[in-house]
């Protein structure tokens, strides 16, 4: 299984980014899937999460009206739409599958395929 995570950079307070998340090797639509940040000294916390079907999705309070999380099960893709982005959205964000948004929200240590990260800077 690979989760190809892309999209990240370098981008002033207020711009937008869109990071996005190929996965192979797994059924796609069998997946949930999760945008998971770890910030320098800072645990890893979950970002944003949406179901197998794409009819529901999650978010930090943080995110809450300036990120969404989307799916193309027929591209096998999961996308994160950042705008508004604060220097505090610094840090490497991570894909992630599981077949429950709760796994990735409360038991980390338990998703089943972690993708590699990408780094998202936001500068002041």
């Known amino acids: 299984v690979q989760l190809q995570a892309s999209g990240g950079g370098l981008v002033q307070a207020g711009g937008s980014l869109k990071l996005s998340c190929a996965a192979s090797?797994?059924?796609?639509?069998?997946?949930?899937f999760g945008w998971l940040r770890q910030a320098p000294g800072k645990e890893r916390e979950f970002v944003a999460g949406i179901t197998y079907r794409g009819a529901v999705t999650y978010y930090t309070d943080s995110v809450k009206g300036r990120f969404t999380i989307s799916r193309d099960n027929a591209k096998n893709t999961v996308y994160l739409q950042m705008n508004s982005l604060k220097p505090e959205d610094t840090a490497v964000y991570y894909c992630?599958?599981?077949?429950?948004?709760?796994?990735?929200?409360?038991?980390?240590?338990?998703?089943?395929?972690w993708g590699h990260g990408t780094l998202v800077t936001v500068s002041s």
């Open positions: 090797g797994l059924t796609f639509s069998d997946y949930a």
């Open positions: 992630a599958a599981d077949p429950l948004v709760v796994t990735m929200r409360n038991s980390q240590n338990a998703v089943d395929y």
